[in-house]
């Protein structure tokens, strides 16, 4: 075998196009990784938010509430279950709810926003919501309150503004936090108000509350097999987490397809750099076949050098996007996800995936330039 | 008569009818033709003649880097021919040391790994190939300069590492294309003395090219070639 310290000098020999390949495998490594650690965060993120002992009920097969409808009739059968919550009152704590999109003016053009249609219970039921400045809207009103993330979005949307949708007026009375969870980025309206202005009878989901989250496991069993309805029940971490996991799928793909693209450069990269290494390296080469080296060990030692820079590239990379570990996105503005909070959260997988795609880099990069040089003949090389 | 009945040995290189033809497009080049040769083991034979004779050719077809047009090129009596291209490869690692004009030396490693570097072909140890380098430096007179780098050392200096090099593994033949093509007076003496040396102190057989009328005198014997043919 041609010893490795050979390459890696050799590499150290014309750092400055050695650093620079390095530094374009890295970029897109970092790309790579970074992306994957971010959707990671947004899973992690998303799916801490709700409380294990609220049920959300939508129906059967729905994925979201946007595209789930539930009958008044249902949310009424709901609250008669033994397992759900009182209230301070003694009422049930079931809650319909509606959820549509809402524009909204933003300068020339309309910003869709999720309005949800609540009732009083949909505020007791997640002690996460809390007003930190006006107070809640009226039962039977066109009052509405903000998520906090909204405020300022649009020229109305504040306290003491009226926002105008659905040919009606709706004065902001409110503004809410919610733990810089998805609620954030939602106006709350009265369920029936809404529904109205929308002709929209039922409620898209139901929210139920119940007395222990050791009740769940049966509650939903009862959810699924009562006839009068055909609904279903989940966890409220479990439906933020299924919303977390489409959003971050979706990152991950649009970020594996955008490293993709980068790697055929950066591969190029590596290709013209070990190009140039055998051209450069073309009389050693042609010493090295003359004393008997195998065409198969100047491959293989070509193809080494190719990998470690791949392997450096990949360190690079990978080292660069746990600085991101750092960073954290507040303002990500998807079209129903907007204002969410989240970081970039490292795996162990994360960072081998990192170095083995940098490695896979060079390795892809460097087959050709290594091919030609255990081709050479011999004598031409000596001679050159 | 007694004389008679002593077999000679046989030769270390044999060539038998050799011709080498190149093909430049539709014309073909005859370089070599109709090459008769026999290299005694142990025999220092230098070749000369003008740019352009074939004298480089010859020297690739004993040495098996290249292969003839017609004949048989013998060496350490096995027929060439017979081997493909990676049985040649293991078997020039085993039987031939190179001495190029341009000493050939990787400019990233020093004398010692230069030294090294035909050793990690054979099944020696890390310190038995330590041993062997030691020495071959020690021959050459380089042991001072075992972790200098070759831009480190006058051309000389580089051409002894180089014949270090052609020697550590203690091959049958040892091949110098102009080994003094690009070096003074006095480091073409130095390389000259050494091939002295190689010859009377290791009885190694030497087949050198050479332009320079005072390296053709320290061989034994000097081959004549003009325009392909053997004089
Ligand atoms: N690969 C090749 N293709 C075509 N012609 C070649 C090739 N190699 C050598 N020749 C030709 O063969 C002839 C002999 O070349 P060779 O290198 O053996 O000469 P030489 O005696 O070593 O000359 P010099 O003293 O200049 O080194 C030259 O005319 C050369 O142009
Ligand atoms: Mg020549």
């Known amino acids: ?384 | 008569m007694s004389l008679e009945a002593v077999p000679a040995p046989p030769p270390m290189v044999r060539l038998e009818g050799v011709s080498k033809t190149y093909r430049r497009g539709t014309v073909e080049v005859p370089v070599l033709e109709a090459v008769d040769l026999a290299i005694d083991p142990g025999a220092f034979v230098a070749f000369m003649g003008p740019s352009g004779s074939g004298k480089s050719t010859l020297l690739n077809l004993i040495s098996g880097l290249d292969q003839p047009t017609t004949g048989i090129v013998e060496v350490a009596g096995r027929n060439l021919a017979e081997l493909n291209d990676r049985e040649l490869s293991d078997w020039r690692a085993a039987h031939v040391g190179f001495v190029f004009q341009l000493y050939n030396l990787i400019p990233v490693l020093t004398a010692a790994e230069n030294v090294e570097l035909p050793l990690l072909l054979t099944p020696l140890s890390r310190a038995e190939r330590r041993k062997h380098v030691a020495a071959a430096l020690d021959v050459v007179g380089l042991s001072h300069r075992v972790g200098h780098r070759p831009p480190q050392m006058s051309g000389g200096e580089q051409q002894r590492v180089a014949i270090a090099r052609a020697i550590v593994t203690d091959p049958d033949l040892i091949i110098a294309d102009e080994p003094t093509g690009d070096l003074d007076r006095k480091a073409a003496e130095a390389v000259l003395d050494l091939f002295g040396v190689l010859h009377h102190d290791l009885h190694k057989t030497l087949v050198m090219v050479t332009h320079d009328p005072h390296a053709a005198e320290r061989a034994e014997r000097v081959h004549h070639l003009e325009k392909g043919v053997l004089q």
């Open chain 1, 1 to 384: 075998m041609v010893p490795l310290f050979y390459n890696a000098r050799s590499l150290w020999a014309r750092r400055l196009s050695t650093g620079l390949t390095v530094l374009g495998l890295g970029l897109v490594v970092f790309v790579f990784s970074a992306v994957l650690m971010l959707a990671n965060g947004i899973e992690s993120a998303l799916a801490a938010g709700g409380d294990p002992a609220n049920a959300v009920i939508l129906r059967k097969g729905a994925t979201s509430e946007l595209v789930s409808g539930v009958e008044r009739d249902a949310v009424r059968i709901l609250a008669t279950d033994p397992a759900v919550a009182s209230g301070q009152q003694g009422e049930p704590l079931v809650a319909g709810e509606l959820v549509v999109l809402v524009a909204l003016p933003r300068g020339e053009q309309a910003m869709n926003t999720t309005a949800r249609g609540v009732e009083p219970e949909s505020f007791t039921a997640r002690p996460e919501v809390r007003l930190i400045s006006g107070r809640r809207p009226r039962p039977g009103t066109n009052e509405v309150a903000l998520g906090r993330a909204l405020v300022g979005s649009s020229p109305d949307a504040t306290l003491g503004g009226e926002l105008r949708f659905a040919q009606q007026r709706w004065p902001v009375v409110g503004v809410f936090e919610a733990g810089a969870g998805a609620f954030e980025s939602e106006l709350w309206a009265d369920a029936t108000r809404l529904g109205g202005a929308f002709n929209r009878p039922g409620y898209s989901s139901a929210l139920v509350r119940l007395r222990s989250a050791e009740d769940m496991a049966a509650f939903e069993k009862r959810v699924e097999a009562d006839p009068r309805f055909t609904l279903e029940a989940k966890p409220e971490p479990t439906y933020w987490a299924e919303q977390a996991s489409g959003l971050a799928t979706f990152i991950r793909v649009l970020g594996l397809f955008v490293s993709f693209v980068f790697s055929l450069g950066a591969v190029l990269g590596a290709m013209i750099t070990m190009y140039a290494q055998v051209a450069t390296r073309i009389a050693e080469l042609g010493m090295l076949r003359a004393v008997g080296f195998r065409r198969r060990s100047v491959l293989a030692s070509v193809v080494a050098e190719s990998l470690m820079l791949g392997a450096a590239g990949g360190l690079l990379g990978a080292l660069g996007a746990l600085t991101t570990r750092w960073l954290h996105v507040r303002t990500l503005n998807f079209q129903t996800f907007s204002e969410v909070s989240f970081g970039f959260t490292p795996t162990p997988g994360i960072l081998l995936g990192a170095l083995l795609f940098g490695t896979m880099m060079g390795l892809i990069g460097g087959l050709l330039p290594a091919l030609r040089a255990a081709r050479l003949s011999i004598l031409d090389a000596l001679r050159a």
